[in-house]
């Protein structure tokens, strides 16, 4: 009887090891595979990948740094799972930000990081090279940043002119056209104001964040209104209104409409 219990929990270690083996094959983030997993799936028709962008700045007093890095790669993993055969690409958290000397948007406060645009558009053109010669077929490149999604599209068209048919480029703006409207108009209808809304730091964009990486909220300062100004770096009301619930709206319609885009952009119907 005590041969057959260890065999037994012999047996479930053993199926509970190869479960977990199959999982961190099926992981759809680049970077945790082996070069060999990566190969595998790539043969296997995980064939288009999604570059992640976002970008290091300033959030105000109610967000972190790291925003849109932890957003869009939350996001992504989302996005990738519900497309299928899709790999997710580490994230680019080095974009434009503005000038360094003197100091313009962004960069006017501490811990914003800026490349120029020149050297953001050379990168995301060499990480294209980098993922087509790996086998990729379609990169697709979402940004969760406003302020450089012409870049994307510059981006793509120049690949597609450099690869003539043989992959494929998409600089997917839907992605970040989808976090503006038609959220807002969800939450017009939720009770916002224009004001609760925001443009940065504010509502919507820390309702997002409560739904993606709750982390980098600081939650007991919501409701402090006197912090919510232009130098503190928030364009909007304070985000007292904000939501996790709210915010998973916003998820829901951007995975949706993200999925829709590339599928539309890659012929899949």
Sequence with gaps: MRLKR????????????????ASARADVFMENLTWMELRDQIAQGSTTVIVPIGGTEQNGPYMALGKHNARVSFLAKLIAEKLGHCLVAP????????EIDPP??????????????AIFISMLKDTGRSLRHAGFKTIVLIGD???YQSDLTKVADSLNKEWAGKAKAV?????????????????????FTDQDIGIHASGSDT?????TAPD????DKLSDQKLATPANGVYGASPAK????????GVDLIVAGTVSAIQSAIGVQ
């Design 6 to 21: 260890r065999m037994l929990k012999s047996l479930s270690l053993t199926l509970a090891l190869v479960f977990l083996s």
């Design 242 to 249: 904000a939501t996790a619930a709210l915010g998973q709206k």
């Design 216 to 219: 980098m909220v600081r939650s």
């Design 145 to 147: 940043h406003g302020g």
């Design 91 to 98: 994230t680019v958290a080095y974009v434009p930000e503005g």
């Design 104 to 117: 313009t948007q962004h960069m006017k406060f501490p811990g914003t990081l800026t490349i120029s645009d």
């Design 171 to 191: 600089g997917l703006i839907q992605y970040y056209a989808l976090s503006r409207e038609p959220y807002s108009a969800f939450l017009r209808s939720s009770g």
């Design 207 to 211: 309702s997002l964040e409560l739904a």
